[in-house]
């Protein structure tokens, strides 16, 4: 059975600091990998989707890479803002169908 | 806006009652799904489709029903609703590829 795992489940970080969220899968034969932001009581807003052809994504001050053979993808959030609180969350794709397995998300403060 | 729209945002309903969740997109996606969302368990999905008449079932789909009605709407279905059932649902839907996965705001849903 797939599994996404994300560690830690929480984090909190002063303004400013730069932000590494870990994202770890265990099959390798993925499809794609997408993060995902969750603002509370809200629905899931797509951030970055990498193939399995790609090594990373960049939008903004986001940065995404994926390593298949280690199972890892790493989110990178430039100079952080109060406006990145929030939780996110890494889905794999395994294969067609567009069946995404999430991880449990990480829960993101960022201190003003 | 363009985008996934739920119906209803909230609902309770008794043990033994019957609901149905409505879903439709205007992105002219092929691709729809149906998860649900509980503390702990992360998100998992219960139904999909794959195309307009194609529906299979996901990670959890007891106690549920879907239906694609036409290429923009996609509806689940609760026959017989438990305590077991409540959650947050979210509908999403995405191009083929997966690219422009898009969720819904979700349906809060409680049974007592």
Same mark, same amino acid.
């Given at each position: 059975k797939q599994e996404v795992t994300q560690i830690p489940a929480a984090l909190s970080v002063p303004e400013g600091e730069n932000l590494v969220l870990n994202c770890s899968f265990t =099959?390798? +034969?993925?499809y794609n990998l997408q993060w995902f932001r969750q603002d509370p009581g809200k629905g899931l807003t797509s951030l970055l989707l990498i193939q399995s052809s790609q090594r990373e994504q960049t939008s903004g001050r986001l940065n995404a890479s994926l390593d298949k053979s280690s199972g890892r993808s790493t989110l990178y959030i430039a100079?952080?803002?109060? @406006? =990145?609180?929030a939780t996110y969350l890494c889905a794999e =794709? %395994? +294969? +067609? @169908?567009? %069946?995404l397995t999430f991880g449990g998300g990480t829960r993101v403060l960022v201190k003003p | 806006n363009a985008g996934v729209t739920q119906t209803p945002k909230f609902q309770v309903l008794k043990t033994g009652q019957s609901m149905t969740l409505q879903c439709a997109q205007d992105? *002219?996606?092929n691709s729809m799904y149906w998860y649900r969302q509980d503390p702990g368990m992360g998100l998992r999905l219960i139904y999909y489709s794959a195309s307009e008449g194609t529906t299979d079932k996901g990670e959890v789909p007891n106690g549920y029903n879907v239906s694609r009605? *036409?290429?923009r709407e996609f509806s689940l279905r609760l026959e017989s609703a438990a305590p077991s059932q409540t959650s947050v649902y979210f509908c999403a839907s995405s191009r083929?590829?997966?690219?422009?996965y898009t969720f819904g705001s979700g349906t809060r849903l409680t049974v007592v």
């Amino acid at each position: 059975k797939q599994e996404v795992t994300q560690i830690p489940a929480a984090l909190s970080v002063p303004e400013g600091e730069n932000l590494v969220l870990n994202c770890s899968f265990t =099959d390798s +034969a993925i499809y794609n990998l997408q993060w995902f932001r969750q603002d509370p009581g809200k629905g899931l807003t797509s951030l970055l989707l990498i193939q399995s052809s790609q090594r990373e994504q960049t939008s903004g001050r986001l940065n995404a890479s994926l390593d298949k053979s280690s199972g890892r993808s790493t989110l990178y959030i430039a100079a952080s803002q109060p @406006g =990145d609180s929030a939780t996110y969350l890494c889905a794999e =794709d %395994k +294969a +067609a @169908g567009n %069946k995404l397995t999430f991880g449990g998300g990480t829960r993101v403060l960022v201190k003003p | 806006n363009a985008g996934v729209t739920q119906t209803p945002k909230f609902q309770v309903l008794k043990t033994g009652q019957s609901m149905t969740l409505q879903c439709a997109q205007d992105m *002219n996606h092929n691709s729809m799904y149906w998860y649900r969302q509980d503390p702990g368990m992360g998100l998992r999905l219960i139904y999909y489709s794959a195309s307009e008449g194609t529906t299979d079932k996901g990670e959890v789909p007891n106690g549920y029903n879907v239906s694609r009605l *036409n290429k923009r709407e996609f509806s689940l279905r609760l026959e017989s609703a438990a305590p077991s059932q409540t959650s947050v649902y979210f509908c999403a839907s995405s191009r083929w590829d997966s690219v422009g996965y898009t969720f819904g705001s979700g349906t809060r849903l409680t049974v007592v």
